[in-house]
């Protein structure tokens, strides 16, 4: 299990003038897509603060509840704070899921996500997390992508997006969308070049031994050749537990679901981690 911070009473504390970073967690979070970013954001604040550029970022999990989030991966994560606790936000970042489809109908993390990116500088979602971001109004009159096998359910659903199918990630304004969950780190690069400027990002990359990946032009993802058709991927959405059932070992879960208005398809009552 991830415990996303250390406890309250052996925190310094907060710097209001700090950069907050939230990370998004939900039952059923792709473990890649949420602590590979995460990691890369948190060096470079801390690059940024030695070199004098910035305070050091602040860096949280929020969730709907305070209890742990499971990931298909078998790893769990204990958010720092509800989405209701949460009142600045300067970057977001949703992950992508088997669930993701299902939490995209839960009207309070929409809720949430509506009211925090209003003041936030950058707004980011990998994977299939651009369900939720599209579901919330945010990729409205943008450029977006997704993960190749999202394209069928969600293009149709939300016409008032560009949907660049091969894009590897895309930039517009103040949102950046990554394709599957391995684009998370580029996603991520994104967001420290935005933040503190190119020198930091080539001061993080050198750090980590590799570096975001950046198109001469947003359709040149190797991987985006061929969009994945609808099939398998309407399995999973119209019942994700399929995909939790052949992917986490059964000691680490119990096989329920939450299920939100709007949702159309047969799903248990709640998730419960064993």
Same mark, same amino acid.
């Given at each position: 299990?991830?415990?996303?911070? $250390?406890?309250? $009473?052996?925190?310094?504390?907060?710097?209001?003038?700090?950069?907050?970073?939230?990370?998004?967690?939900?039952?059923?979070?792709?473990?890649?897509?949420?602590?590979?970013?995460?990691?890369?954001?948190?060096?470079?604040?801390?690059?940024?603060?030695?070199?004098?550029?910035?305070?050091?970022?602040?860096?949280?999990?929020?969730?709907?509840?305070?209890? &742990?989030?499971?990931?298909?991966?078998?790893? &769990?994560?204990?958010?720092?704070?509800?989405?209701?606790?949460?009142?600045?936000?300067?970057?977001? =970042?949703?992950?992508?899921?088997?669930?993701?489809?299902?939490?995209?109908?839960?009207?309070?993390?929409?809720?949430?996500?509506? *009211?925090?990116?209003?003041?936030?500088?950058?707004?980011?979602?990998?994977?299939?997390?651009?369900?939720?971001?599209?579901?919330?109004?945010?990729?409205?009159?943008?450029?977006?992508?997704?993960?190749?096998?999202?394209?069928?359910?969600?293009?149709?659903?939300?016409?008032?997006?560009?949907?660049?199918? *091969?894009?590897?990630?895309?930039?517009?304004?103040?949102?950046?969308?990554?394709?599957?969950?391995?684009?998370?780190?580029?996603?991520?690069?994104?967001?420290?070049?935005?933040?503190?400027? $190119?020198?930091?990002?080539?001061?993080?990359?050198?750090?980590?031994?590799?570096?975001?990946?950046?198109?001469?032009?947003?359709?040149?993802?190797?991987?985006?050749?061929?969009?994945?058709?609808?099939?398998?991927?309407?399995?999973?959405?119209?019942?994700?537990?399929?995909?939790?059932?052949?992917?986490?070992?059964?000691?680490?879960?119990? =096989?329920?679901?939450?299920?939100?208005?709007?949702?159309?398809?047969?799903?248990?009552? $709640?998730?419960?981690?064993?």
């Amino acid at each position: 299990m991830v415990a996303a911070s $250390s406890p309250a $009473s052996s925190r310094p504390r907060a710097d209001p003038t700090a950069l907050v970073v939230v990370g998004v967690a939900y039952d059923g979070w792709e473990a890649e897509s949420l602590l590979a970013p995460l990691s890369v954001i948190h060096r470079a604040s801390n690059v940024a603060e030695r070199s004098g550029k910035s305070t050091r970022a602040r860096v949280l999990v929020a969730a709907e509840k305070k209890r &742990a989030c499971l990931s298909p991966q078998g790893c &769990a994560i204990v958010p720092d704070a509800t989405w209701s606790e949460v009142e600045k936000a300067d970057i977001i =970042l949703v992950p992508g899921g088997f669930s993701a489809i299902i939490e995209s109908s839960n009207p309070t993390l929409l809720d949430f996500l509506r *009211r925090v990116s209003k003041n936030a500088k950058l707004v980011a979602s990998v994977s299939s997390g651009a369900a939720i971001l599209a579901k919330a109004g945010l990729l409205d009159k943008k450029s977006a992508t997704t993960s190749k096998a999202s394209f069928p359910t969600l293009a149709p659903n939300h016409p008032k997006t560009n949907w660049v199918p *091969r894009a590897r990630f895309i930039a517009d304004d103040r949102l950046v969308t990554g394709a599957g969950v391995a684009s998370a780190v580029d996603v991520a690069f994104e967001i420290v070049r935005t933040i503190w400027g $190119s020198q930091i990002e080539r001061s993080v990359a050198s750090l980590v031994g590799g570096g975001g990946w950046r198109p001469a032009n947003w359709d040149e993802d190797e991987f985006g050749r061929g969009v994945v058709k609808a099939g398998a991927y309407r399995v999973w959405a119209a019942s994700p537990m399929a995909y939790m059932n052949e992917f986490v070992p059964r000691s680490h879960i119990h =096989l329920h679901h939450v299920r939100h208005s709007g949702v159309h398809c047969p799903l248990p009552s $709640s998730i419960s981690i064993g």
